[in-house]
């Protein structure tokens, strides 16, 4: 009952803002299962702390993610003010650890890509690091961070989590 009031909650005082969520939709794709929270409801998990950068998953075991969430962005915050190449860093428990990571534009066009793999795979959560190169992005327009698993075939993308962010 608590945890249904606090996703009451936080999707209510996200309402009539754009620049500053973070969204993840679980793997079914229905509209049902998505939902949003205000930047701050969505801190990295006590003990999760992001790797160095360029210096790969963090070792230190990851902890599970709230609401059943599979993987979540740590950084960039939303709403950050983002260049090329950006570092994303986060949690997942994906099959086989691949994670993979897209920024696109304000139309939803694809401006780069990377994959990587976390720290562990499902059903164990694990970290991840990876550096986007991407081009195109126009200066001070908005943007899209979306990182997601693949199944076990190496292709079917699940367990999505988007971030908003503005590109330098």
């Not at 509209?31 to 929270?37: D, F, G, L, P, Q």
Request: aromatic letters at 6%.
């Amino acid at each position: 009952m608590a945890a249904a009031a606090l996703v009451l909650s936080l999707a209510s005082s996200s309402c009539g803002s754009t620049d500053d969520q973070r969204v993840f939709v679980l793997p079914s794709g229905s509209a049902s299962t998505a939902a949003s929270a205000v930047p701050g409801t969505g801190s990295p998990a006590p003990g999760t702390a992001p790797g160095t950068p360029g210096a790969g998953p963090s070792s230190v075991p990851a902890t599970p993610l709230a609401d059943g969430r599979r993987i979540v962005i740590d950084s960039p915050d939303p709403g950050s003010t983002v260049g090329a190449p950006v570092e994303v860093l986060g949690t997942a428990s994906v099959a086989n650890g691949t994670v993979v990571a897209v920024v696109l534009d304000a139309a939803g066009a694809e401006l780069g890509r990377a994959t990587t793999t976390a720290s562990a795979a499902a059903p164990d959560f694990g970290h991840y690091d990876v550096q986007v190169s991407f081009s195109g992005a126009a200066s001070g327009s908005r943007g899209t961070i979306k990182v997601y698993g693949v199944r076990s075939d190496g292709q079917t993308p699940t367990w999505f989590y988007f971030i908003s962010v503005r590109f330098a």
